[in-house]
């Protein structure tokens, strides 16, 4: 029997009579650890691709106003999708977008009711962050202020999708992203407070470059297909900079929860000029993901 202090036996590669690994062993035990080895997968090779196929096509035509517009005496609730917000507007030029319907079926049906309903006609884009994104499509109690109104006759179903994890894996990575307003989102505060309430704002990214800050909170449905030279017009177009002493003295009484401190941010990054969707519609694709037949 073995004592327990028996030395154990060398390995096979190992000469009894010598700890040196001779080249033949070397090249051996190399050739079974290569043959041996499983190469790994990783997560995002097991992935599929995500559905981007374009379903659906919609247009927004953008009109600019001289100054920034105010609105008549005598108009206000009344105010409809057909009252023009100026006289003698600059046609700025037409967007075509391309909607990931098989992707973002609620979203993308949501957004298109808007444009085929005219809902969108005649509404501000209300924030442009240069180099960023522009913002369109806020609600607000009527459409005075060429803000959205959402009629109940509209009758917009309830998207789920604003929940889904699933949503929010596209990202904002360059110029002509369409995405749903989520954490960006600056609807009237009463509007919001509605049981019946349904987001409907939109941005776009002007570029240059990606907005990784807009990344998983909130989400891309769609792309500019046609008019990034307009959507490069609306981004050049000046807006409202608070003072670095304005901002200061916002943040304070932010620090001290005076809500006028919130209500004030809500003017910064304003265009100093009207721009509008002035009209908007379907368009017909005649193939999915192929570019659409204009009217």
Known sequence: ????LSPIPPPPFFSSSSTTLTRRSALLSSTLSTTLTVPSLSSSSLSLPLDTTITD??????????TYFRTLPNTSTTASESTPLCSDPTHLGRLVLGLYGNLLPL?????KLMCTSSSY???LVHKIFPGQFFQAGRQGRSREYGEVHLLPALDLPRNTETVDSKAFLLRHSRAGVVSLCLSENDDDDEVKLDSDYRNVEFLITTGPGPCPQL???NIVFGTVLEGLDVV???????TYK?????RQLNDLAEFFGDERAQKGRTLWNRPLKTVYISDCGELLV??????????
């Open 1 to 4: 029997m073995a004592s327990p």
């Open 57 to 66: 096509s919609v247009f927004l035509d953008f009109s600019l106003c001289p």
């Open 107 to 111: 979203t993308v049906s949501t957004f």
């Open 121 to 123: 006609k005649n509404t």
């Open 215 to 217: 990344d998983n909170n």
């Open 232 to 238: 490069t017009a609306i981004a050049s177009i000046p």
């Open 242 to 246: 608070p003072s670095e002493r304005i």
């Open 286 to 295: 005649t193939k999915p993901s192929m570019p659409p037949s204009l009217p």
